[in-house]
């Protein structure tokens, strides 16, 4: 599949296992903080958004915090799956998307 | 199926020939835009448009071009291509209501390599 990075940060996690993906962002004035995830070879896809008035939103298996305070975003995925093997990308949205570098997440059976 | 597709898929092409890497989605979104992705560097948007007729650059539009003539389609157009535009190219959409343009639809990717 498609190397989306050489260089990204890795996290190594047991199957079964609570992951933790971290993210800091720069602009305070970001109305949205949003989680996508790539699968090797594919576009990204939408995992879950949060609005900047917000500090935590559940999904299914996915908990997104916001400390606005020290600009931090967080992804918690819970009992990690060989499924959620991905490179997630945070992103921050005012007027236009902006991408951040990505972590690898690798998932050990 | 609710899609964005691209087409091609890979291409490998030389310096000053121009090419066209189209994009379609049948979501009848209004948005759509393209992304470059390089190793380190994340996505970094080309070219977007909010509806037909309506485009804006993005943070990395030098030498590339796009036009909105329908609003399911979206090519990019490199009319030279150079070697430092060799990356993966992702189109994507999204509607414009309410907050769901954070839900962007992204298609495969064309991988793009200029020799």
């Known amino acids: 599949g498609e190397s989306v990075g050489l260089h990204l940060p890795t996290l190594s996690v047991q199957e079964g296992d609570n992951s933790i993906i971290n993210c800091a962002y720069s602009?305070?004035?970001?109305?949205?903080f949003i989680w996508y995830k790539q699968e090797s070879g594919k576009g990204p896809q939408f995992i879950i958004d949060?609005?900047?008035?917000?500090d935590k939103r559940q999904g299914q298996r996915v908990t997104v915090l916001l400390n606005k305070t020290v600009k931090h975003l967080s992804l918690q995925i819970a009992a990690t799956q060989p499924g959620d093997s991905a490179v997630y990308f945070c992103?921050?949205?005012?007027?236009?998307?902006?991408f951040g570098s990505g972590t690898r997440l690798l998932v050990r059976p | 199926e609710a899609q964005v597709t691209q087409n091609p898929r890979y291409l490998i092409t030389v310096t000053g020939k121009k090419l066209t890497v189209t994009c379609s989605q049948n979501?009848?979104?209004?948005?759509m835009s393209w992304y470059r992705q390089d190793p380190g560097l994340g996505l970094r948007q080309i070219y977007y448009?909010?509806?037909?007729?309506?485009?804006d650059k993005g943070d990395v539009p030098e030498g590339y071009k796009v036009s909105r003539k329908e609003k399911r389609n979206f090519p990019l157009i490199l009319e030279s291509p150079s070697p430092n535009q060799t990356s993966l190219y992702f189109c994507?959409?999204?509607?414009?209501?309410?907050?769901?343009?954070?839900?962007?639809?992204f298609g495969p990717g064309t991988r793009l390599t200029v020799l």
């Open positions: 994507a959409s999204s509607s414009l209501t309410g907050d769901s343009y954070n839900e962007q639809f």
């Open positions: 602009n305070s004035a970001s109305d949205y």
């Open positions: 949060i609005r900047s008035n917000m």
């Open positions: 992103a921050e949205t005012s007027y236009k998307l902006i």
């Open positions: 979501m009848n979104h209004e948005y």
């Open positions: 448009s909010m509806n037909v007729e309506v485009t």
